[in-house]
């Protein structure tokens, strides 16, 4: 049971951390052409950062648990101390610190984070929860961690842009102005097309290095990695299809493909967080070794 409970938590919080993470992005990268929607995307960062702090809390709960075999280890003050000193705790503090900045930028309600202050708070907070994945993990014990590290990071920074947007744009073509909604779109699909693949690129790299040989693909690890590639594909061919032809139809004020992007984002929405609960999983219980 405490390990079921430890990987839904573990799963639920690489989520929350992309999705705050990646609505910080969005909001500081588009807030020129947020107008109706800048408070509810403000307010769908703050809260997101704050019910990751709550969901990080248990996970500082579990990890003692499961440490120790039982619940009676969270009180156990030995094995506190050793958890302490774990890189896992370096990671838990750095995306805690990360949940908070975010917090605090978007405390205002209803404001963006303008002003050099609060967008640097952000933008330290985005910083930190990518950070976060290099400081534990199978990259920090590889001999190519020079390499992984940036990778890795690279990797989170840019699926939380990709996942953390998706319900900020929908909020977009909901509030904004159709015209003011459709440049947003085509800014966002734009630099989708030069960001995503990279997203790809930075994985297939740290697969390679991590895996020792092409057998390991049938051992849990590299199955799981697979059904990770296999979600990315869906993802990618959905994002294709967004680009090239709904994208273009919204531009030209079709508000059927206006529903059908809506539907569309929702999809990719849910094949990212399966991906992430892979991801949880496949590092969290297995060695790619």
Known sequence: MVDVLWGLA??????????????????????????????????????GACVALAVLIAQCVLE??????????????????VALASS???????????????????????????????????????ALAA???????????????????????????????WFGALWPLARVTRQEDPRAAARVLARFSAAGV?????????????????????????????????VKIALFALLMGLAA??????VPQVERGEARALRTLRASMLVEYLLICGAVAVAAVMTGFYSPA
């Open 10 to 47: 573990r799963a639920l919080g690489f989520a929350l951390l992309l999705q705050s993470a990646g609505a910080a992005l969005f909001a500081i990268t588009f807030r020129g052409s947020l107008r109706h929607s800048a408070a509810g995307i403000a307010r769908l960062t703050r809260n």
């Open 64 to 81: 003692l648990a499961r440490m120790g075999g039982d619940w009676s280890a969270v009180a156990d003050p030995g094995l506190r101390r």
């Open 88 to 126: 896992t705790a370096r990671a838990l503090g750095a995306r805690g610190a990360a949940f908070a900045c975010l917090a605090v930028a978007f405390a205002a309600t209803g404001a963006q984070p303008r002003g050099r202050l609060r967008t640097s708070l952000a933008l330290a907070g985005v």
């Open 131 to 161: 950070g976060s994945f290099t400081l534990t993990g199978h990259t920090l014990t590889s001999a190519y961690r020079w390499l992984l590290a940036p990778l890795l990071a690279a990797h989170v920074l840019l699926l939380a842009f």
């Open 194 to 226: 030069r960001l995503v693949p990279l997203i790809a690129v930075a994985g297939a790299v740290m697969a390679l290095l991590l895996l020792p040989d092409a057998a390991a693909l049938r051992e849990p690890y590299g199955r799981l990695l697979l």
């Open 241 to 246: 299809l967004n680009r090239l032809r709904l």
